[in-house]
C-alpha cells in the first residue's frame, strides 16, 4: 500500500513537473501584446514598439539591423552588377560613406545634401571636377530624414522641429545652430521621422505618423498638414494617414501624391502599402479603420465602412514599405518616362520572404486614372531575406539622370540612360 502511495506521489510530481514546464514554455512562447491606447505608450514606447500585437503566423519578425558603417567601395561595385534595369538604362554609385542616407535635396549651386536616419547627421556632398566630396555638416539632430533647400536655406526637419540654416552653401564649415521656424509637432520618436515635400507656393507638406503600429491616434498625428516656412502657419490638408515617408507635387495639377506603409501584424500579403493622392483638403484616407482602401481593421474598425474613406490610387503590395518618391520631369529618360512617378522601396520586414528593395515606376492620369505599375529597378534583395541595399529616396538630376539614397548601404547611385 505504501509502495503504491508512494507511486501516486512520485506521478503527482511528475505531473507537476511536466505540467510547470508546458507552463513555462507556453509563456516563453506567449505572443507579444501592446496596449498601445494610452498616453503612457505613446510618451515612453517599449524599445520594440513596433513589433505591435504578435500573431502566431508571424511570430518572432523584427526589422534587421543594417551594416552600421554601410557597404565597402567593393561591395558597392559588386553590387551594381547585380541591379537589374530597362534597357539603355545604367546605374553606377555617386557617392559613398554617405551612412544612413534618406531625404536628399539639391542646393542652388549644385551641393547635393543629404539627411540620415539614427546617427543624426546631414551630409553635403560637393563635385570638385569628377570627384565627389562626403562632408558631414551636421551633427546630434534627432533623426534628420526630410530635407529641402530653398531660397538659399537648407530646411532640416528632425522629429519635432523645422530648422533653417540660411545660406546654406556658403556656410558649410560652420552652418550654425540654425532658427526654428515651425515646432508645433509632437516629440513622439515612434513613426515621427518625416519628408519634406515643396509645392508651388513655397510651402511644405510634412506628414506626421502614429507612434505605434496600430491604434486610436493622437489628434496631433496620422495626418499631414501644409506649412509655410517663412511664416510658420500651417494647416491640416489630410486625416487617417499611418506612416508616410515620401511624397510629391504633381507637376501637372499642383496635387500632392505620397506614399503610405500599411499596419503591421496582420499577415504576410495583407494589407497592401499605397500610393494616395491629395485632391481636397481635410480627405480622410482611412487608418486606423480601414487598410488598402478595402480591408476594414479586425479590431479598429469599429462600424466604419471603407467607403467613407478615399481609397488609394495604387495598391503597391504588402510590406514593400513606399518611401521616397519623385514624378520624372526631365529629358535624358524616353519620353515616355515623362510625369511617371519613381518610388523607393525601402523592402520588408514583417514577413517571411521579403520584398520590396527596389524602385517601382507608376504611370498614371494627373487625376489618378489608368494607373498601372510596373518594377523599374530591383536586385538590392539576394534571397529571401539578405539585403544587399534599401533604396528610400529619390531625386532628379539637372542632366536628367536620378539619384537613389540607399541607407542599407550607406550610399548614393545614380540611374542614367543613354539610347
Known amino acids: 500500500m505504501k509502495s503504491a502511495f508512494n507511486r501516486s506521489i512520485l506521478a503527482l510530481a511528475a505531473f507537476l513537473v511536466v505540467a510547470g514546464a508546458s507552463q513555462a514554455d507556453a509563456q516563453q512562447k506567449a505572443l507579444k501584446k501592446y496596449e498601445s491606447g494610452t498616453k503612457d505608450f505613446w510618451t515612453n514606447p517599449p524599445p520594440d514598439w513596433f513589433l505591435g500585437d504578435e500573431t502566431e503566423a508571424q511570430k518572432g519578425q523584427a526589422p534587421p539591423s543594417g551594416p552600421p558603417t554601410g557597404a565597402s567601395d567593393a561591395e558597392l561595385a559588386a553590387m551594381m552588377k547585380k541591379i537589374k534595369l530597362p534597357d539603355g538604362f545604367s546605374i553606377e554609385v555617386y557617392a559613398s560613406n554617405v551612412l544612413e542616407a534618406r531625404q536628399m535635396a539639391w542646393g542652388d549651386k549644385g551641393t547635393l545634401f543629404v539627411g540620415s536616419f539614427s546617427l543624426g547627421n546631414v551630409y553635403a556632398i560637393k563635385d570638385n571636377g569628377g570627384k565627389r566630396e562626403v562632408k558631414t555638416v551636421l551633427k546630434g539632430l534627432n533623426m534628420p530624414t526630410g530635407l529641402a533647400f530653398q531660397d538659399g536655406a537648407l530646411y532640416v526637419v528632425a522629429i519635432n522641429r523645422l530648422i533653417k540654416y540660411e545660406n546654406a552653401e556658403a556656410n558649410l564649415d560652420n552652418l550654425g545652430a540654425g532658427k526654428v521656424v515651425y515646432d508645433d509637432m509632437p516629440t513622439y520618436v515612434a513613426h515621427g521621422w518625416k519628408y519634406i515635400a515643396v509645392d508651388k507656393d513655397g510651402w511644405f507638406y510634412l506628414p506626421f505618423g502614429p507612434p505605434f503600429n496600430i491604434g486610436i491616434p493622437p489628434t496631433s498625428v496620422s495626418q499631414v498638414r501644409r506649412v509655410d516656412p517663412k511664416t510658420g502657419n500651417a494647416e491640416i490638408w489630410a486625416l487617417g494617414v499611418r506612416n508616410s515617408v515620401g511624397g510629391d507635387v504633381d507637376p501637372r495639377s499642383g496635387r500632392y501624391w505620397f506614399t503610405e506603409n500599411a499596419r503591421d501584424w496582420i499577415s504576410d500579403d495583407m494589407p497592401s502599402d499605397k500610393l494616395n493622392m491629395i485632391s481636397k483638403i481635410g480627405e480622410h484616407f482611412g487608418y486606423p479603420y480601414c487598410h488598402q482602401g ?89 534571397g529571401d531575406t539578405n539585403y544587399l541595399g534599401r533604396p528610400n529616396d529619390i531625386i532628379l538630376a539637372k542632366d536628367g539622370s536620378i539619384l537613389v539614397a540607399d541607407d542599407w548601404a550607406g550610399a548614393i547611385y545614380r540611374i542614367s540612360y543613354k539610347k
Not at 297 to 313: Q, S
Not at 347 to 372: C, E, F, L, P, T
Open 294 to 382: 478595402d480591408m476594414p481593421d479586425p479590431k479598429f474598425a469599429m462600424g466604419h465602412k471603407c467607403d467613407e474613406f478615399t481609397p488609394p490610387v495604387v495598391k503597391l503590395g504588402a510590406h514593400v514599405a513606399p518611401l521616397g518618391m519623385k514624378f520624372y520631369t526631365g529629358d535624358q529618360f524616353p519620353p515616355e518616362y515623362k510625369n511617371n512617378i519613381l518610388i523607393a522601396e525601402h523592402g520588408s520586414w514583417n514577413r517571411y520572404k521579403y520584398q520590396g528593395a527596389r524602385i517601382k515606376r507608376v504611370i498614371v492620369d494627373a487625376d489618378g486614372k489608368n494607373a498601372k505599375s510596373e518594377i523599374f529597378a530591383s536586385g538590392w534583395l539576394d
